[in-house]
């Protein structure tokens, strides 16, 4: 069976500091796969999506990047965090080879906490 | 512009009682439909999907949702309340299957 991991599940950094989330997946090959925030529990954002190993997809612009370099795995990153940056940041993969019918599969998040 | 809304921000219903939790949509061609749930500090677990055919979809924990293309709604609904369903609850469609578009969440509250 397929299973998604992120780590870690809370981070607490100063404004200015760097940042690196993973997120990995097992159980599936060439996933489709996102990283989204979710501020005060609500509304998701996403942030970038990934069809293949080096090709993403920017969703809104800012302090924030994304890789993938390797099929199953997608890393979220920063150089300088800002206090905005806080959140829930979730992962999420989808079985791209199955089709476009097919729905996303989410981790149990990281929260960023920025002092 | 795609976009999912989710009027109510809070649906609250007796245990036992059947609940609805509002989904419309505004798309462009025939989209994919699906409903999220998202327990405090977890991710979001998939429910039900709709792609085509019969219009009421069931899915997992006894929930099922129904498709009204002419209303362009897709409500999530459930005979009878358990405590345990009070979560958040997220509507989404996809066109594409590359990108996703969900509503603001619906938080459910089942009284005892």
């Known amino acids: 069976s397929q299973t998604i991991h992120q780590w870690p599940a809370t981070l607490v950094q100063p404004v200015g500091s760097p940042l690196s989330l993973e997120c990995t997946v097992e159980g599936t090959s060439n996933p489709n796969l996102y990283w989204y925030r979710q501020a005060a529990g609500r509304g998701l954002q996403l942030l970038f999506y990934?069809?293949?190993?080096?090709?993403i997809s920017s969703e809104v612009p800012q302090n924030l990047s994304a890789s993938r370099p390797q099929d199953r795995q997608f890393i979220l990153s920063s150089k300088k965090l800002l206090l905005s940056d806080s959140g829930f940041y979730l992962c999420?993969?989808?079985?791209?080879?199955?089709?476009?019918?097919?729905?996303?599969?989410f981790g149990d998040g990281t929260r960023l906490s920025i002092l | 512009a795609q976009s999912v809304a989710q009027p109510e921000d809070q649906v609250n219903v007796a245990e036992g009682n059947p609940l609805t939790v509002k989904c419309t949509y505004s798309v462009s061609g025939n989209p994919y439909l699906f409903w999220y749930v998202q327990y405090p500090n977890r991710g979001l677990q998939f429910l039900l999907k709709?792609?085509?055919?019969?219009?009421l979809v069931k899915g997992s924990y006894g929930f099922e949702a129904e498709f009204n293309k002419s209303q362009t709604s897709f409500h999530l609904k459930k005979p009878s309340a358990l405590v345990s369903d009070s979560a958040l609850y997220f509507c989404a469609v996809s066109l594409t299957g590359n990108q996703f578009y969900f509503g603001t969440g619906t938080s459910l509250t089942v009284i005892p």
């Open positions: 709709y792609i085509t055919g019969d219009n």
């Open positions: 990934s069809v293949g190993i080096g090709q």
């Open positions: 999420a993969w989808s079985d791209r080879p199955r089709g476009s019918n097919q729905p996303q599969h």
